[in-house]
C-alpha cells in the first residue's frame, strides 16, 4: 500500500512537473515570439513615420528598437524635411546617442519658444481688435475632439497648393495637428521653419531658391490663419507674418517683373493691394476681387501667374473686411464701391502703362457677386467673371443653417455676434434689383457646391441681358471649383483673351 501511494505521488509530481514546464515553454516561446515580432516590425515602425526608403538606410544601424530611439523617431517624424535628413545622416555616419536626442529636443524648445516670443510681440499696425462670440461648451468639445485630418479634404489640399505649399508638406503639418486650436500653431511653426531656410538661402546667394521659400512661408502662414475664428490676435500674427514674407519675396524680383505696392483712399482709409505687371505696356488691366478668407499676398498672386503670361495686369486687393483691410473696415454690404473706387485711382493715375479701355473683373465666392454688382454700376467694366457667387441672399432661416466655422468667418467680416444681425444689413442683395447686364459675363458653377447652390448660377444667367453671357458648369465639382482649377484658369484666360485683346 505503502508502496503504491509513493508512486502515485510521484506519477502526480511527473506530470505537475510536466504542466509546469508547458506553461514555461508557452511563456518563452510567447515571450519570444514577441520578441521576434518586435525586430520584425521594426522596419515597418519607421515606414510609418518616414514614407522614403532613403531612411531605412539612415536607421539600418538602430536593431531591435528601445524606448529613447522610440522617442527620438516620434519626434523627428513631426519635423522638417531638412531637419529629417541632417538627423538621418547623423546616425548613419555616427550612430544614435542619447546626445543626439537631447540636441533634438532641444531645437524643438527653442522653436516653441520663438514661437511663444511672437505671440507677445505687439501688433504693428495696432489694429482695433474685434472680439469674436466665445464658443459654446459643446462647440469647444467638438472642436478638441474633431479630427484634422479627416476634415481636411482634397480640396482643402488642392487650395494650399494655390498658396505656394509643397502637397508634402502640407501633408506632413496636418499630420501634426492635434485639433482645430492646434491647427496655426502647427502652421505658424512651419512657417518659421520655412522662413529661416529662406534667410539662408539669400544670404547664401541662391536667389531663386530664397524668393520660392519666402513665398511658401507666407503660405503657411496664410494656411494657419484662415480657417482660425477662434483668436482673432493669433490670426492677425500669421497674417502679419505672411504679408512679411511676401515682402521679402518679392524684393527679390528684378525691377521690371516686382509686384508694386498701392495704397488706394476709400472712405477715410486706404484700401492696400499690390499691381503684378504685365510683360509689355499697354496691357489691359484685370482686377481680382478676393473670396473672404482669402489675402491678397498668397492665393492671388499664384493665381495671377498665368494671367500675366497670357499679357494681362493684374491688380489683386485687401476689400472691406480682408486681410489688411479688416482692422480699417468691416465688410460692407456695398462692397462693389471699392471695386469701382480702384477704377477711379487708376484712371486719375496712371502712370503703369495700363490700357484702361479694357477692363476685367474676377471674382471668387462672395467676391463674385461684387464683380457682377460693380459691372452693373460701372460700364468701364467691359466683362466679369463670377465664379461661385451668390446671385441673392438666401432667407435668414437658411443662413442660420452655415456651418460653424462658416458663421465665425462672418462674424470675423463683419464684427457681428449674430447671424440675423447679418442678415439684416446685408439680406436686401439680390441681383435682380440692378438692371440686367448687358456686357460679357462669365459664370462658372460646381454642382456640388454646397455653400453656394446652383440654383444661384441659373438666377444670373436668366437675369443677364447680353448676348456674350457663358455659363461653365461642372456637375461633380465644389465651391468654386477648386478642384478643377486645372481647367478654370486656363477656361478663364482665354475666355478674357477673346473679350479683351486686341485681335
Known sequence: MRANAVISRRIKLFYLTAAFLIIVTGCLGFILNGIAQ???TMQDYISEKFPSALFQLYFKTLGELEAPEMEFLDLLAIQPSDRQMFYGKEVYYNGFTIDLLSQLKGEIEDREKSIEKLAEEPLSSEPALITLPPLKFW????????SIQKMVTTTYYNRFAMCGVDPSRSERVVKRVRNYFDWTRQWVKEGQDVEALAEKAEIDGNIFLARRLFHEAAGCYHIGDFINYHSVEEKYRAQEAARRCYGRAIALYENEDRPIRLEIPFRGVDIPGYLMPANKPGQPLIIFVNVLDNIKEVENHFFAQDFLKAGFNIFSFDGPGQGEMHS??????????????????FEANNNFHLDLERIGVIGLSFGGLFSVLAATQDNRIDCTVNNGGFAYFPPLKHI???????RRSVYFMTGYHKIKEFWEEFG??????????????LIIQGGKDEVVPPEHAYYYMDWAAGKDKEFLFFEDSNHCCQDRFDIVIPYVIDWLRKHLLKQ
Open 38 to 40: 518586435e525586430i520584425l
Open 139 to 146: 462647440e469647444r468639445i467638438l472642436a478638441r475632439a474633431v
Open 328 to 345: 480699417r473696415m468691416r465688410l460692407i454690404p456695398d462692397y462693389e464701391q471699392a471695386i469701382i473706387a480702384i477704377i477711379d485711382w
Open 400 to 406: 442660420k443653417k452655415l456651418s460653424l466655422p462658416t
Open 428 to 441: 436686401h442683395i439680390d441681383i435682380k434689383k440692378s438692371p440686367p447686364l448687358e456686357r460679357p459675363m
